[in-house]
């Protein structure tokens, strides 16, 4: 089985860091594209970043870029989100996704 398994999420104060990471397991990680998404309280599901299959390309939405690096380490299977100076509007379910797969989510709250 396909298991997703992200991890690293928490409570924060704003301006805070955290570093998320997603165990890929069942699949041939490095021949994936991979991405992060987040679901807020009340809000749809909203892409954050994604990656190439080799790590030397990365994208942002614009509500993040500058704040959150996405990264990967193939040899691991292991997906990667630094988040810093992060903000209340930053609070959701954070996912790891691979094509149409998506793993369970881990919860970041952004509050003083």
């Known amino acids: 089985d396909v298991q997703l398994q992200a991890s690293g999420g928490g409570l924060v104060q704003p301006g805070g860091s955290l570093r998320l990471s997603c165990a890929a397991s069942g699949l041939t990680f490095s021949t994936y594209p991979m991405r992060w998404v987040r679901q807020s309280p009340g809000k749809r599901i909203e892409w954050v970043s994604g990656i190439s299959t080799r790590g030397d390309s990365t994208t942002y939405a614009d509500s993040v870029k500058g704040r959150f690096t996405i990264s990967r380490d193939n040899a691991k299977n292991v997906l990667y989100l630094q988040m810093n100076n992060l903000r209340p509007e930053d609070t959701g379910v954070y996912y790891c996704?691979?094509?149409?797969?998506r793993g369970q989510g881990t919860l970041v709250t952004v509050s003083s």
């Open positions: 996704a691979a094509g149409a797969l």
